[in-house]
């Protein structure tokens, strides 16, 4: 079993930014790929980005180019770092870890708020 724990979401300004933190209770981020997801209000969950056991990352288009993927394996965290945030970006962010299609775990999600 691992437990994931998001952390860094909060209220921020139009155009400011956070950086999300997700923490695993396992050393696992050599082997299973973490993914970010986000729920905003009234809406499906959706997939935010991903960053492979190697470090390839991948993005959702309308995040592409403002957030960024990272991990620090010795850490146990993988990050999201969210730049030049829009109202849309609103949402309860969570992290995910995958591993083929039996293993998958979720974090209990962390409040992002970007209004004025």
């Known amino acids: 079993q691992v437990q994931l724990v998001e952390s860094g979401g909060g209220l921020v300004q139009p155009g400011g930014s956070l950086r999300l933190s997700c923490v695993a209770s396992?050393?696992?981020?050599?082997?299973?790929?973490m993914d970010w997801y986000r729920q905003p209000p009234g809406k499906q969950r959706e997939m935010v980005g991903a960053?492979?056991?190697?470090?390839?990352?991948n993005y959702r288009d309308a995040v592409q180019g403002r957030f960024a993927i990272s991990k620090d394996n010795d850490k146990n965290t993988v990050y999201l770092q969210m730049d030049k945030l829009k109202p849309e970006d609103t949402a309860v962010y969570y992290c995910?870890?995958?591993?083929?299609?039996?293993?998958?775990?979720w974090g209990q999600g962390t409040q992002v708020t970007v209004s004025s």
């Open positions: 995910r870890a995958r591993l083929g299609e039996r293993y998958e775990y």
């Open positions: 396992r050393s696992i981020l050599h082997i299973y790929t």
């Open positions: 960053i492979s056991p190697g470090g390839t990352t």
